[in-house]
């Protein structure tokens, strides 16, 4: 049994690592998933490693029986490696249900669709931002009754806010201006729902919403707008870099707990 648990921790480790590296070698890309990530792995394969030998080859001759200082550390580090490896799975569940179990029906009710901003290059949209528009696209062209909410505002380092980016885009593709509103001014996730919510209800949209942002994303975004009293949510997800998603993802669920503790959401 222990070494059925060894292997399978070490798997978890490899795994971690493996899903660490990609966006730092492949992307070029470092956050704090990727952190947690690399952290939990290399935390995992040090416990195993020294699980019985650290503290003969730090107090050689030193009794075995006297080590329960060693033995409550390590209890206590695999512990809180194992409730991380639970906590991540249940979120990953719940991650995964709010991004591709939860699609918007089709029954020819009238939605918004609200497209949530990524980042603007000087050559153009993110690959991320282009997937989430995709999305969108996709879902306008098949109901043409919706109306699109295109939400972010501009950076610093960006040429355009992210929502004139995807009101240009849709409109370069067929969409008609008069089923896109903008919302320039947010900065974060939050604010991206907060701020459209006002744009809907003023200008009397459906309180429907369609989501439309990367599937690990859904969850924070579904959240947010529970908190703005809209009850109708569904997600329109886009694609992913198959590399990122696990390290976009353990960095969503840091988010997801601040959106939960901090600021009223529920799941």
């Given at each position: ?35 947690l990530l690399l952290l939990y792995g290399v935390g995992v394969i ?67 669709v609200v497209v949530l901003g990524c980042l603007v290059k000087e ?102 707008a529970g908190t703005q009293g809209f009850d109708q949510v569904y ?33």
């Amino acid at each position: 049994m222990k070494r059925i648990v060894a292997s399978l921790a070490l798997l978890s480790a490899l795994g971690a690592l493996f899903f660490g590296l990609v966006p730092v070698a492949a992307y070029r890309i470092f956050h704090l998933g990727i952190l947690l990530l690399l952290l939990y792995g290399v935390g995992v394969i040090l416990l195993l490693v020294f699980w019985d030998a650290f503290p003969d080859m730090m107090f050689p001759g030193y009794p075995k029986e006297q080590h329960l200082w060693w033995r409550i550390l390590r209890g206590v580090s695999a512990g809180a490696l194992a409730l991380a490896m639970v906590v991540g799975g249940v979120l990953s569940f719940l991650i995964f249900r709010a991004g591709r179990l939860n699609p918007p029906p089709q029954d020819g009710q009238p939605a918004t669709v609200v497209v949530l901003g990524c980042l603007v290059k000087e050559n153009g949209p993110s690959l991320t931002l282009q997937y989430r528009m995709d999305a969108a696209l996709e879902y306008l062209k098949e109901n043409p009754a919706a109306v699109v909410v295109a939400s972010g505002g501009q950076g610093k380092e960006e040429p355009v806010s992210e929502a004139q980016a995807i009101a240009d885009y849709l409109i370069a593709n067929g969409i008609e201006p008069g089923r896109i509103y903008t919302e320039d001014q947010s900065a974060d996730t939050q604010q991206n729902i907060a701020f459209s919510g006002e744009i809907i209800r003023r200008e009397g949209l459906p309180e429907r919403l369609v989501i439309a942002t990367d599937a690990y994303h859904q969850l924070r975004a579904r959240i947010y707008a529970g908190t703005q009293g809209f009850d109708q949510v569904y997600a329109q997800s886009g694609k992913s870099p198959w590399g990122l998603v696990p390290s976009y993802g353990v960095r969503e669920m840091l988010a997801i707990g601040e959106a939960v503790l901090w600021n009223g959401g529920t799941l």
